[in-house]
């Protein structure tokens, strides 16, 4: 059984940064795109960015494009969410998605895409404050 799960949220100040984990086991696929997601209150969910399986590949929105970083820890098997300089509309609730299909050339175009994700975690919270 799949389970992913997120970790590394809580309060933060305006500028400040905060890094995010998102842990999954029971994955019996080698190559497979891990996500980024967020839901602001009273907002949609949105998708933040995502990473191959290799970390060679990657996808980031527009809006965090410059201050947000994904990586992938292989040997713990751990993808990070590196948040730099957090303004208060970045508050949210932050989902970690797998994909366990391999990255492909044109990926990039679906990383928002949550049809394209298996599995979900429940969301950590990271509030900004001004």
């Known amino acids: 059984e799949v389970h992913v799960v997120e970790s590394g949220g809580g309060p933060v100040q305006s500028g400040g940064s905060l890094r995010l984990s998102c842990s999954a086991s029971g994955f019996i696929f080698d190559d497979y795109v891990i996500g980024w997601f967020r839901q602001a209150p009273g907002k949609e969910r949105e998708g933040v960015g995502c990473?191959?399986?290799?970390?060679?590949?990657?996808w980031y929105a527009d809006s965090i494009k410059g201050r947000f970083i994904i990586s992938n820890d292989k040997v713990k098997n751990t993808v990070h969410l590196q948040m730099n300089g957090l303004k208060p509309e970045d508050t949210a609730v932050y989902y970690c998605a797998a994909d366990t299909s391999p990255w492909y050339d044109g990926r990039e175009d679906h990383g928002a895409d949550e049809a394209y994700y298996d599995y979900w975690g429940r969301g950590t919270q990271v509030t900004v404050s001004s």
């Open positions: 990473i191959s399986s290799s970390g060679e590949s990657t």
